[in-house]
T-cell receptor
Framework: GAVVSQHPSWVICKSGTSVKIECRSL??????MFWYRQFPKQSLMLMAT?????????EQGVEKDKFLINHASLTLSTLTVTSAHPEDSSFYIC????????????FGPGTRLTVT | SQQGEEDPQALSIQEGENATMNCSYK?????LQWYRQNSGRGLVHLIL?????REKHSGRLRVTLDTSKKSSSLLITASRAADTASYFC???????????FGAGTRLFVKA
């Protein structure tokens, strides 16, 4: 089956610093990747959709200058949380899909970000 | 944004009992998926049902879809303590394929 990895699996950073999270599709080419955020005991909230080679589409209320998304290749998308603050502490999950997968989404294992 | 609503929000049952979770959504969909998530972990894809399907089975799981009522249900039969987790429905709308998640049901199966 299709495998999506995320790196790192967890990260602790200081307030004001930036953190980059990677999402990779390991055995298929992902034309589209999605980034979700999940706060404790809550559901996944879609943050943005990124298509390879083009700018990401952000959901309403998500600051595009704070959450920078780059989808430079068919197997890699990155989410950079800039000037992180404690309220950005969350579980970030990516997913990937492609025409070959009939657009079924495959989810990464998630990255837990803690901002101190 | 979320479009799915699930009920109950939380469910506590004894091992061996059946668990039923319901999901309602607002717009037209291409498909509906159910996922399981253990505390603090990633998602596990359980089952996908397409808009032209009404029922689907996978092991102890049974999913129904009623597009006229914009609702779906997930039935877990003969539950086990290991089924304790949060369960989410997620919809893939027509005209696009971004998946939107419901609020989730937290299931607790007592041994």
């Amino acid at each position: 089956g299709a495998v999506v990895s995320q790196h790192p699996s967890w990260v602790i950073c200081k307030s004001g610093t930036s953190v980059k999270i990677e999402c990779r599709s390991l055995d298929f080419q992902a034309t589209t990747m999605f980034w979700y955020r999940q706060f404790p005991k809550q559901s996944l909230m879609l943050m943005a959709t990124s298509n390879e080679g083009s700018k990401a589409t952000y959901e309403q209320g998500v600051e595009k200058d704070k959450f920078l998304i780059n989808h430079a290749s068919l197997t890699l998308s990155t989410l950079t949380v800039t000037s992180a603050h404690p309220e950005d502490s969350s579980f970030y999950i990516c997913s990937a899909s492609s025409v070959q997968s009939s657009y079924e989404q495959y989810f990464g294992p998630g990255t837990r970000l803690t901002v101190t | 944004s979320q479009q799915g609503e699930e009920d109950p929000q939380a469910l506590s049952i004894q091992e061996g009992e059946n668990a039923t979770m319901n999901c309602s959504y607002k717009t037209s969909i291409n498909n509906l998926q159910w996922y399981r998530q253990n505390s603090g972990r990633g998602l596990v894809h359980l089952i996908l049902i397409r808009s032209n399907e009404r029922e689907k089975h996978s092991g102890r799981l049974r999913v129904t879809l009623d597009t006229s009522k914009k609702s779906s249900s997930l039935l877990i039969t003969a539950s086990r303590a290991a089924d304790t987790a949060s369960y989410f429905c997620a919809t893939g709308p027509t005209g696009g394929f971004k998946t939107i998640f419901g609020a989730g049901t937290r299931l607790f199966v007592k041994a």
